[in-house]
């Protein structure tokens, strides 16, 4: 979900954009006022929209979100920005892009919605891409430069052995050009994890989020730490690698943003739900980082996956991070 904009909405005069679905809603759940844009763009006449509650149409899996985000409305928030897939006629679905206010001393709620089904579409896409991208230049990196480094250092410690006894400088020389390709060696692979996180550890989420907290506190000196109550729960590799991916970007804002010392990962499973929560010790959520690419890549992700996401203040320093996800029907335990 996003945040609330705090921008002045209005459905009445004529700044909206060309073909917004303007609306007028009550506190009962059911529609007031509607444009022709809602009959154009979703194909149900005005009357069908009129006469059965607003929720019916939301997608099932966008309804405890949606109205979570009206009660905001009724709880004394002047405005709301958020997302949901709505019903069309013929059966698909639509992702609108909502900003809604109250009506002052009235039990009615104003609201403008915009079709951005091609952009989320779009942005799937580029997503797609992108994870392909990183999964070739990982699986490039761990069995193509790793294998040849690993291949050079063997190289270079059995010259060091046979130097030995013939040349201690040349000896000490090689057997530290052996060290050094070992230490790249490492990186790359830590590098060819890190693009590809999943498929090449074998270990699914778990193992690549104990790899990528490990790797953290060693490369920046840093406490960061990662707990999972049911390491045996595999969740599917396309939402283990959007959870992984979200992580990674939640510590990445962490250290850049927040100059945060110390992180927490934590992954549990309960009553059919999964929570992935980054915690940190920083400054707390610059405005900044909340408005960046990253975090717009997180939401993303996260509704890819049917997840909610939420980041705020934590107490008493730094930022916190939860990913609630559904669990798969018939999970797997190993």
């Known amino acids: 979900m996003s945040a609330a904009s705090g921008r002045e909405v209005s459905v009445t005069g004529s700044t909206h954009q060309t073909g917004s679905l303007l609306c007028v809603a009550g506190l009962d759940g059911y529609f007031k006022h509607l444009n022709a844009g809602w009959a154009v763009q979703l194909g149900w006449s005005i009357e069908e929209l009129l006469a059965v509650q607003f929720v019916d149409f939301v997608h099932p899996e966008d309804r405890a979100a949606t109205l979570e985000e009206l009660a905001k409305l009724t709880a004394g928030a002047e405005s709301i920005a958020f997302e949901n897939r709505y019903a069309h006629r013929n059966g698909s679905y639509r992702w609108l892009h909502w900003n809604a206010q109250p009506i002052p001393r009235q039990p009615l709620v104003q609201a403008i919605a915009r079709d951005v089904t091609e952009q989320r579409r779009l942005e799937k896409e580029i997503l797609e891409i992108s994870d392909r ?5 990982g699986r490039d990196l761990h069995d193509g430069l790793c294998q040849n480094l690993a291949g050079i250092a063997a190289l270079g410690t059995a010259l060091s052995r046979r130097l030995e006894t013939l040349d201690q400088p040349a000896a000490a020389a090689a057997a530290e050009i052996s060290h050094l390709l070992k230490e790249a060696m490492t990186e790359a692979r830590n590098l060819a994890r890190g693009l590809n996180p999943v498929g090449l550890t074998g270990s699914g989420l778990v193992g690549a989020l104990d790899g990528f907290t490990a790797n953290v506190e060693a490369q920046f000196r840093i406490s960061c730490t990662f707990q999972c109550t049911h390491p045996s729960f595999q969740l599917g590799e396309i939402m283990e690698t959007h ?10 804002n962490a250290i850049s943003h927040g100059r945060a010392k ?4 934590t992954l549990c499973f309960e009553d059919g739900m999964g929570t992935l929560t980054v915690r940190d010790s920083g400054i707390g959520i610059l405005v900044d980082a909340c408005d960046g690419n990253g975090m717009h890549s997180m939401a993303y992700r996260a509704r890819l996956i049917g997840a ?6 934590d107490f008493p320093t730094g930022t916190r991070m939860d990913c609630v996800f559904g669990l798969p029907q018939s999970p797997s335990d190993t």
Do not use: G
């Not at 991208?133 to 230049?137: A, F, G, P, Q, S």
């Not at 959870?243 to 990445?252: F, H, M, S, T």
């Open 243 to 252: 959870l992984y991916r979200i992580v990674q970007e939640a510590v990445r």
């Open 133 to 137: 991208e990183k999964d070739r230049l």
């Open 308 to 313: 909610s996401l939420w980041v705020r203040a």
């Open 262 to 265: 110390r992180i927490t990962v």
